[in-house]
DNA sequence: GGATAAGCGAGACGGTACGTCATGTCTTTCA
DNA sequence: TGAAAGACATGACGTACCGTCTCGCTTATCC
């Protein structure tokens, strides 16, 4: 019975503001991204945007969401040498990194989450998350405590860092990158 | 002799302009920092601030070069023991990374590098360096070999760690920053 | 068979939009009536008022039709004394172009008919036409020759002149109508 | 001592926005004249315009006040024969606003009066007063009594009566202004 | 000590993007 | 098939800042 009445929002505008935010945001960067710009590379009319999301976090948070975008890096593979595998996808992860426009990406969604309206920090939440998840999971198949609370906390290191680099301008060299899983995984080694 | 002709450039306005801007950075975020507040609230005129500096970034890089916003933390103080020093510091700097205002600094900041001009990068380094000289120096002083690369790893980790849990809204708790400081602390002890 | 398929047209949202319409013509004034309005205000969806109307300045008329609004002033007597009849009926047409609601619908319809699309001077003409065929009526009555082409000269001046002074902000005086009525009434005696 | 301070008005600007808001009056009537296009076709940029005019109205207020446009009609001559006199200007007056571009002048300043904003019917004062007292003049110059309130009143119905027939689409022929002068200057004629 | 020069506050300039509002059209469900 | 609901593209609104450009005034050095 229930089936909302009048014209049913259109899927057609939508995909379009959302490939359009992403170019642009690929192009651009976050802060020359403009609604008014979005609009029109869409087709759309500027008050179905407004309608519908009301900020470009918004827009590009859902981007996020339905992984146009993401920060996770390559899958982890788990072959049992827990040090090979974290220590391949940390490097992959830090060669997407120093990417120009996954550059772009990175620093347009951290100026997103830190100029940040109310929404901005779950947007980056949900940007990293499954990447921080996946390396939990995998560090925790290779681990004495798979609840070990440290692992999160290394997660967070691997994270943070690549960020904090990119940040600095300085990204990662691989053997940056090989550095800090073994300090990390040397650290885990140990009990608490 | 040549002393520049003209009026010289008055000391009070720049100082009413980097005040102003650090008072309305603190209050209100960065991307609400505008120019026209900057100036109005120095009681300044808008070419002065654009004969100077020219754009945002360039006014908050100046706060921070002259000390007015820093985010380094305490000082590292050496007792002979590292782990308990490397362990107070840590938490002092999550603790003040958990205050709101200090937050809303960090968050201006990373806006600002982030979706950053040609020289915001240049800015961030000098925001964070000091304090990440210190904490390599003091793990220098502790360390079997004071040149391992690996020490830079663990000082990037420990800020880029405290950054991207208050970009993620997961500020850190003093048991993580417990728990960082022996992951790294553990894996400098091993030999590389 | 019936003669008419379909669902018949709504006389309840007929009347809703004419009562809608009107209301906010009086209370707001014709710039500031807007379709949206008088949809929302008479319960009715949008494209019903497209459907039957298609604008603003159709409803009004419509509205005008019926003799919801009108601009004519009181009925005319035949006394028999001309010049004390037209002496009265201009004055009480005076006196309720005096009055403020009265005087908003008057600058409401006028300037519907002056930033007029293409109806805008039709409906005017219908607006005004019932009190100028009852003046000429009058007129005629008491004239020499019935047919005197100056009496609808003569009807003209009056409500021009009303007209006139509303637009300028400055409404006719009851001295001023008499000296109108006198005006016309003393050229009407003489021969053309 | 006192000399403004800040750069001085330009007065080139001011000038863009009259012609071009007189251009645009003309071609396309009241209602399609906006700001926007003002704006641009100045060659302006739209704050300017909101800074010293700040509505439709104004602008079109400047303009008549400049004298761009009006709506006198021609001068009013006095051969001593004051019938003559009378009766040749209002056909040039009639004619005139039987003129299309004419005619969507004096629907747009009406339009502009009706449902005008405060200073609107000051406006249409100032639009047709020069005519108005032109007209009062030559009749004073003829009359018996030249301070007869009559006269205002006269050519209030001249005013009145032109604009009456352009609003409801059917404006006045030759024929209906010798009807109407000589229906006015008789009744001047008798005494009040 | 008068000329020259540069910085100063003020504020207008042409622009761009904002977020809102109303338009007229289109597309759904319900009666 | 009419009517309500409501989404659509469009485009003007008035505001806020942008970065630039005059102004008159002030404060310095230089001839």
Known sequence: MNARRGRPRSEQARLAVLD????????????????DAVATRAGVGRQTIYRWWGSKASIVAEAVLEGRISLGGPAIV?????????????????????????????????AAAADGGADADA?????????????????????????DPRLHSAADAVFGTVLYRVLTGAPMTPDAADALTGLLLTGLDAPS
Chains 1, 2, 3, 4 share one sequence.
């Open 20 to 35: 359009a935010a992403v170019d642009l945001l690929r192009a651009d960067g976050y802060d020359r991204l403009t609604i």
């Open 78 to 110: 788990d072959t049992g040498d827990l040090r090979a595998d974290l220590r391949g996808w940390t490097r992959a992860l830090v060669a997407a990194a120093g990417d120009a426009e996954e550059q772009a990406v990175i620093r347009a969604l951290t």
């Open 123 to 147: 947007l980056y939440r949900r940007l990293t998350s499954p990447g921080h998840e996946a390396l939990v999971t995998r560090l925790a198949a290779g681990a004495s405590d798979p609840t």
